[in-house]
């Protein structure tokens, strides 16, 4: 594992692979999530229709491949880990 910020994180989200990552909620528990950005891991029927507004305000947005469903996470995140 290694701490990056959620600028890297977002670009890992676009990656040619799923990307597995943990980060610390709000509520101080740590989350793992599998996640991406490419439009090849998401369902058709759940693809944006604006793939650049996926950073938006205070969130960063990412299909998480897991629950099969958008999820954010806050830009001002204390804590991000790549999980390799």
């Known amino acids: 594992m290694f701490e990056i910020n959620i600028e890297d994180l977002r670009k890992s989200l676009h990656g040619t692979t799923p990307c597995h990552f943990s980060f610390m909620k709000k509520d101080g528990t740590m989350r793992n999530a599998v996640g991406s950005l490419n439009e090849k891991f998401i ?42």
């Open 43 to 84: 369902p058709e029927d759940m693809l944006p229709k604006d793939p650049s507004a996926n950073f938006t305000g205070d969130n960063l947005k990412y299909f998480d491949l897991d629950k099969k469903a958008w999820r954010s996470l806050s830009k001002d995140c204390s804590l991000i880990q790549i999980i390799e």
